[in-house]
């Protein structure tokens, strides 16, 4: 079976809410996304999940000089941003994009599908 990447995307610049509208839009939307990460591991496709702080928290590391340059904040300039993601092992292609559609329905989200290399 292939690892993939579903990396939901969020705007941004988020309100206290996140991208929801309201504080019970974005409960329900983590509890639906609870739901989704417990489907997730009763199939068996589950490998790891994790939701990401503000691309504020960042800090970039550029080690490929003699002496590594840290700096605060993200790496780009973007309208949009990788919020949270999951990694799944599926047999194929089509079986990430439904597990994706459902992500996404339960986020309230998109979700960008990208398989692992196979290198690592």
Same mark, same amino acid.
């Given at each position: 079976m292939t690892h993939y990447l579903l990396a939901v995307?969020? +705007?941004? !610049?988020? @309100?206290?809410f996140g991208n929801y509208g309201s504080k019970e !839009?974005?409960?329900?939307?983590f509890a639906a996304t609870g739901a989704f990460? @417990?489907?997730? #591991?009763? @199939? &068996?496709? $589950?490998v790891f999940a994790g939701g990401l702080q503000s691309a504020s928290t960042a800090t =970039? =590391?550029?080690?490929?000089g003699e002496t590594p340059?840290?700096?605060? &904040?993200?790496?780009?300039e973007t309208k949009e941003? %990788?919020? &949270?993601? $999951?990694? %799944?092992?599926? +047999? @194929?292609?089509? =079986?990430?994009? #439904?597990?994706?559609?459902a992500g996404s329905k339960a986020c #309230? &989200?998109?979700?960008? =599908? #990208?398989?692992f290399d196979g290198l690592a």
């Open positions: 995307h969020a +705007p941004a !610049e988020m @309100d206290e !839009e974005m409960e329900a939307a990460n @417990d489907q997730l #591991r009763a @199939d &068996g496709y $589950w =970039v =590391v550029d080690g490929q340059l840290m700096t605060d &904040g993200p790496y780009l941003l %990788i919020a &949270g993601f $999951w990694v %799944i092992e599926a +047999p @194929d292609l089509d =079986v990430a994009l #439904r597990l994706a559609a #309230r &989200g998109k979700v960008e =599908v #990208r398989p």
